[in-house]
């Protein structure tokens, strides 16, 4: 957290499937653990259970902070970020946090190519149920991005699916259809991209049958 600050200070610009949708209406700003909580992070952060800390993600670490897009996060206890645009998603705020936020930040957060987070992380049993807090067996998580999405299970890690090769995941029924990613998106050397799934394998373009 702190070489991500740092970061956008330099720059100067300094997991849930069934939370309810949040419109752009922010109640009173209010201080958790010595720092305002404001806005429409401020909604998000209380829609997904505020600060208790065996539901969700806990208090905050950081004041609220500009990003390098316009836009504007916060830090949280549980491994967690929430980041907000009054241009993404109808100005909506999203969480984002744990190896998801990690790998978000490999290809440069919000200005890199996914942009913006516009949903927040979902979580799932193994059996498809959505996980609204901890202490429960997770199968995977994901977050839904403006450039693609982040999937991670505890088999195959923190990956990106984006482009066609999404297209092609999404039309198909997604990890119903595919399982989970357990590998990042690859180039093959007749210059088609592949990336590998627990229950099969995606190319684009595909090839001939």
Same mark, same amino acid.
């Given at each position: 957290?702190? @070489? /991500?600050?740092a970061?956008?200070?330099?720059?100067?610009?300094?997991?849930? =499937?069934?939370a309810?949708?949040?419109?752009?209406?922010?109640?009173?700003?209010?201080?958790?653990?010595?720092?305002?909580?404001?806005?429409?992070?401020?909604?998000?952060?209380f829609?997904l259970?505020?600060?208790? *800390?065996?539901?969700l993600?806990?208090?905050?670490?950081?004041? $609220?902070? *500009?990003?390098?897009?316009g836009?504007?996060?916060q830090?949280? $206890?549980?491994?967690? @970020?929430?980041y907000? #645009?009054?241009?993404?998603d109808?100005? #909506?705020?999203?969480?984002?946090?744990?190896?998801i936020e990690?790998?978000?930040g +490999?290809?440069?957060w &919000?200005?890199? *190519?996914?942009?913006?987070?516009?949903?927040? &992380?979902? /979580?799932? +049993?193994?059996?498809?149920? *959505?996980?609204?807090?901890?202490?429960? $067996?997770?199968?995977?998580?994901? #977050?839904?991005?403006?450039?693609?999405?982040?999937?991670?299970?505890?088999?195959?890690?923190?990956?990106?699916?984006?482009? &066609?090769?999404?297209?092609?995941?999404?039309?198909?029924?997604?990890? =119903?259809?595919?399982?989970?990613?357990?590998?990042d &998106?690859q180039?093959? =050397?007749?210059?088609?991209?592949?990336? @590998?799934?627990?229950k099969?394998?995606?190319t684009?373009p595909?090839r001939e049958?």
């Amino acid at each position: 957290m702190r @070489s /991500r600050i740092a970061h956008v200070a330099a720059a100067g610009a300094l997991a849930l =499937a069934a939370a309810a949708a949040v419109g752009p209406v922010a109640h009173a700003d209010q201080f958790i653990g010595g720092k305002l909580v404001r806005g429409q992070i401020e909604v998000t952060y209380f829609a997904l259970g505020g600060p208790t *800390p065996q539901k969700l993600w806990g208090r905050t670490l950081t004041d $609220e902070l *500009p990003d390098r897009a316009g836009g504007r996060f916060q830090k949280f $206890e549980n491994q967690s @970020s929430i980041y907000w #645009n009054p241009f993404v998603d109808g100005g #909506n705020a999203h969480q984002v946090g744990g190896a998801i936020e990690t790998k978000w930040g +490999t290809v440069g957060w &919000e200005t890199g *190519p996914l942009r913006y987070p516009v949903s927040d &992380e979902r /979580r799932v +049993t193994q059996g498809g149920d *959505p996980v609204l807090g901890w202490g429960k $067996e997770v199968a995977g998580a994901w #977050n839904d991005f403006q450039g693609g999405k982040i999937l991670w299970s505890p088999q195959g890690g923190a990956r990106i699916v984006w482009g &066609e090769i999404l297209r092609a995941f999404d039309t198909a029924g997604g990890i =119903a259809k595919y399982g989970w990613p357990v590998g990042d &998106e690859q180039r093959t =050397a007749d210059g088609r991209f592949t990336q @590998s799934f627990q229950k099969g394998t995606i190319t684009w373009p595909a090839r001939e049958q």
